[in-house]
């Protein structure tokens, strides 16, 4: 079932844990990392009174977002480590991990599909001019090689998220580009369950000089990518990132249907809190949308997860029993 046509939004009730904020990129908008070795890794037992704390909280989804080791230091091994037990400890806990730590190698990502539900990674945008400026010391953002992790995660059956991030200097061609390249990967493999349209919203910490994308062009942007992208895929926006409840609801007109992740702090974008469930829903309700949560894993692409997983995710269905998990 496709719920594009109903009058429903979902979101994620999540919790981010960021094994790391050292990157050894340097995207010049980002407000999230800290120079390599100037972040301590989160450790096991951190994480364990963490997921202790969630025990009594409505929430399914364990958001795994990271700072990225290059692939050739010696200390590679040990990140990908860690963020593999992290996963695995969020999982035996009973919360569904869903991992977004940069590009992976292909082996990186096959041992993650194990532990992982789903996992995600912004494509951003396509266009190699931005190599030139705001990702000019980040090797990460590489256009093909976040393509190639797209694909891979097609190969591998993961279900998968991903994204463009709008305002960073590219130009109105560049989205529909990045969206076509996203809706033709999605046509091979049907592995793409959401794309998010995030705008650039400036925090306190990047050194990119540049206002933020214009919220109210958001709709605009939303209803061509509903025409670009095939239907099975979600569009989802970030409800901190746009303010305005009248934008949020035109945006929601316009076609997006996924809130995202909803947790105490958007690590991305701290400056931006999020705004809570109830208060989404004073915004949506009167509009005639109704809010319901969803798991990090769309329902058909159960059948693509491992059995223990597939006996957690069958849990959390049984829990949330909702309409869009039909
Ligand atoms: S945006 Fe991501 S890849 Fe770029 S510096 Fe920040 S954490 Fe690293």
């Known amino acids: 079932m496709t719920i594009n046509n109903s009058r429903i939004v979902t979101y994620s009730p999540a919790y981010t844990i960021v094994p790391t904020y050292e990157c050894f990129n340097r995207c010049s908008y980002c407000n999230f990392r800290a120079e390599p070795g100037k972040s301590p890794w989160m450790n096991i037992s951190d994480a ?26 010696p ?6 480590q860690r963020i ?25 990502m096959e041992m993650l599909k194990g532990v992982n539900v789903s996992m995600g990674l912004m494509l951003e945008q396509l266009t190699p001019t931005l190599l030139n400026t705001v990702h000019r010391h980040a090797p990460s953002k590489l ?14 059956q993961i ?112 400056d931006y809190p999020h705004l809570q469930e109830q208060v989404l829903r004073k915004i949506l309700q009167p509009m005639g949308w109704e809010l319901i949560e969803r798991l990090p894993v769309y329902p058909k692409f159960d059948g693509w997860l491992s059995q223990e997983l597939q006996t957690s995710v069958k849990w959390w269905r049984n829990t949330f029993k909702s309409p869009s998990q039909v």
């Not at 025990?55 to 050739?72: A, F, Q, R, Y």
């Not at 969020?90 to 991990?97: D, E, N, V």
């Not at 256009?143 to 591998?156: C, D, F, N, S, T």
């Open 75 to 80: 200390k590679r091994q040990a990140w990908f």
């Open 143 to 156: 256009p093909q090689v976040r393509l190639q992790q797209l694909q891979w995660a097609g190969e591998l």
């Open 84 to 108: 593999y037990d992290l996963c695995e400890l969020a999982l035996s806990r009973g919360f569904l991990p869903h991992t977004n730590a940069g590009p992976l190698s292909f082996a990186e």
């Open 159 to 270: 279900p998968f998220t991903t994204g463009l991030l709008l305002g960073i200097g590219e130009t109105v061609n560049d989205w529909w580009e990045t969206l076509a390249a996203i809706s033709e990967l999605h046509q091979r493999y049907h592995h793409i369950q959401e794309v998010i349209l995030q705008p650039h919203s400036p925090g306190l910490q990047q050194s990119f000089n540049a206002p933020p994308f214009n919220p109210h062009q958001l709709p605009e942007v939303i209803a061509k990518a509903r025409e670009i992208l095939p239907d099975d895929i979600t569009i989802q926006i970030p409800p901190n990132l746009i303010k305005d409840d009248q934008w949020l609801l035109a945006c929601v007109e316009a076609g997006a249907r996924d809130l995202g992740g909803i947790s105490p702090k958007d690590e991305v974008n701290p």
């Open 48 to 73: 364990e009174s963490i997921f202790k704390s969630l025990e009594s909280e409505k929430v399914c989804e364990i958001l795994i977002l990271s700072g990225e080791v290059h692939p050739h230091s």
